[in-house]
């Protein structure tokens, strides 16, 4: 182990998965808030993460989507260093890396594979740099220690632990059965050096009668020498976002009765789908993916999501009969909103002679805006602040209205003749001028919009202006706004609900931190 690790003062705890998907991310994004309200400055870190939903630091770096939401529940800002390696796929084997926040190249599985021992010094550096400025970090793991064929040459999980002499916490979902299975057949396949630095397990999503669970744990501890930490039963109403697109394979999201129908295309390389959040959580809205011709309907409001491949992504919305549907719907009455790739697709034409993001040179948009896309080299990743410009359909009722979310594009868009809804006032870390100024389009109906920025429905005035609007459209009532308890809440149920699961003093004996253990809250 490298000896450089004892030098620096941060303690650390890894989160590590027996699969995708059993609730790495949301454990690590509940530490992160239980350590900061216990007192402490706290950072998260994933060596490398592997997703379309990515969000924008201060300056213009790229991260993934879930280390920012940690960093928000640890009450920090984000930094490139969280995320080191981010890998957006653009197909089944082909990626693109970025790299500390900055596109980096783009590689076929092997090719990756073939980078990662120079990608290592981006890795252990940025992890030392976190360990400088905080008191603990929380490290994620990507899928299994335990995948044999990747083992090797892996830079995200035990590599990492042992680096920072990590103890490491392994997680299982018994949601889907089999989990003492995959908890002791990681073990079977780990190095003893790996073992030994596991230094309990947590079972999460567990429904129904704990006591019939007693006698599995007692044989996983007697079996396996490590603690169990805890069991973490599965939630309903806790609202933290997703990471992964295995999400979007949930049922249709319907909360009170549903006045109003949202449908939002589910393209292949749909990125940053959080951005719908917020829609799910408004009494008398549904909110529903659609991948198929048939199960669009006439919504009263389509929506457009970003996607790493604008081409490709159209071209399979063509293949599937989307394109066309979507046009039909609108005509009969569907409002639109397309969001940065999905803003794209809605002109007439997109175009990527370099081949930036497609190997196909251009294809014609839905022709429902007067404008064409072309792609260049150089991506634009900026924070954005303004106001709403407009007064009319979708927007009617909210001019002047703040709006605040980020920027991820590659394409540049030229737009001539129609409106202009938001006006910028602030791009992080780029100056304001007359070029920039602005952003978006909205044809002369006032029922298609199309913009660059990411969180739109965050902005919970303009949310609900867009939502009033189509609600007189179609001559009905919304239901009074609830009271969301706002991101900052839903961490704090998130790590209430945990807390109350998972031995506490366990964990902060392995991490090496003090704890006041009769103050909880109250720091040391």
């Not at 979507?326 to 009455?333: D, K, L, W």
């Not at 991820?408 to 100056?431: K, N, Q, Y």
Request: proline share 5%.
């Amino acid at each position: 182990m490298d000896e450089r690790v004892v030098q620096h003062p941060a303690k650390t705890i890894m989160v590590q998965g027996t699969a995708s998907s059993v609730g790495k991310s949301l454990l690590a994004t509940a530490l992160c808030r239980i350590f900061r309200q216990d007192g402490y400055t706290v950072a998260p870190f994933k060596a490398q993460n592997m997703s379309n939903n990515s969000y924008v630091t201060p300056d213009g770096g790229e991260i993934g989507r879930a280390q920012a939401v940690q960093a928000q529940a640890a009450g920090v800002e984000t930094q490139v260093e969280m995320n080191p390696i981010l890998l957006k796929p653009e197909s089944d084997q082909r990626s693109q890396v970025v790299l500390m926040g900055r596109p980096y190249t783009s590689a076929r599985t092997m090719d990756y594979i073939e980078l990662k021992s120079q990608l290592w010094e981006s890795v252990h550096t940025s992890l030392d740099i976190l360990r400088d400025q905080f008191e603990i970090v929380v490290i994620e793991g990507a899928g299994s220690p335990a995948e044999i064929n990747l083992k090797a040459t892996e830079i995200v999980n035990m590599r990492v632990a042992l680096y920072a002499n990590a103890p490491v916490l392994l997680c299982g979902d018994i949601d889907r059965g089999g989990v003492f299975a995959s908890l002791v057949g990681t073990l079977e396949l780990l190095e003893p050096e790996e073992r030994e630095i596991i230094k309990g397990f947590v079972i999460n999503k567990f429904r129904g009668d704990i006591n019939l669970l007693t006698d599995g744990l007692t044989w996983l501890e007697d079996r396996t020498g490590i603690p169990v930490i805890g069991v973490v039963r599965h939630y309903h109403d806790i609202h933290i976002p997703e990471e992964d697109s295995v999400a979007l394979d949930l049922p249709v999201r319907v909360k009170g009765n549903a006045v109003l129908d949202i449908a939002v295309i589910q393209i292949p390389h749909i990125s940053n789908f959080d951005d719908f959040d917020p829609l799910a959580q408004e009494s008398g809205v549904t909110l529903r993916y659609v991948d198929a011709q048939t199960d669009l309907g006439r919504p009263d409001l389509i929506i457009l999501p970003g996607t790493k491949t604008t081409i490709p992504d159209l071209a399979w919305m063509d293949r599937q009969g989307l394109t066309q549907a979507v046009i039909e719907a609108h005509g009969n009455g569907s409002a639109l909103i397309g969001i940065c790739g999905g803003y794209q697709m809605l002109g007439k034409e997109v175009r990527d002679p370099d081949g930036v993001e497609s190997t196909q040179a251009q294809i014609s948009g839905l022709r429902l805006l007067p404008m064409t896309t072309i792609f260049a080299g150089s991506k634009e990743t900026h924070r954005v602040t303004g106001k709403v410009a407009l007064n009319s359909g979708l927007l009617a009722g909210a001019k002047g209205l703040p709006v605040q979310g980020y920027e991820i594009h590659m394409g540049r868009t030229a737009v001539e003749g129609v409106g202009v809804p938001f006006a910028i006032d602030d791009r992080s870390d780029l100056p304001v001028t007359q070029d920039n100024a602005l952003d978006g389009s909205l044809d002369s109906s006032g029922w298609v919009l199309g913009t660059y920025i990411h969180g739109l429905f965050h902005n919970g005035g303009l949310r609900r202006a867009m939502l009033q609007a189509l609600a007189r459209r179609k001559g009905v009532t919304l239901p009074p706004a609830d009271e969301m308890a706002g991101i900052d809440g839903e961490f704090d149920k998130l790590a209430d609900w945990v807390r109350g699961s998972l031995n506490m003093d366990l964990i902060y004996q392995m991490s090496g931190l003090a704890w006041d253990f009769d103050s909880v809250g109250s720091g040391r």
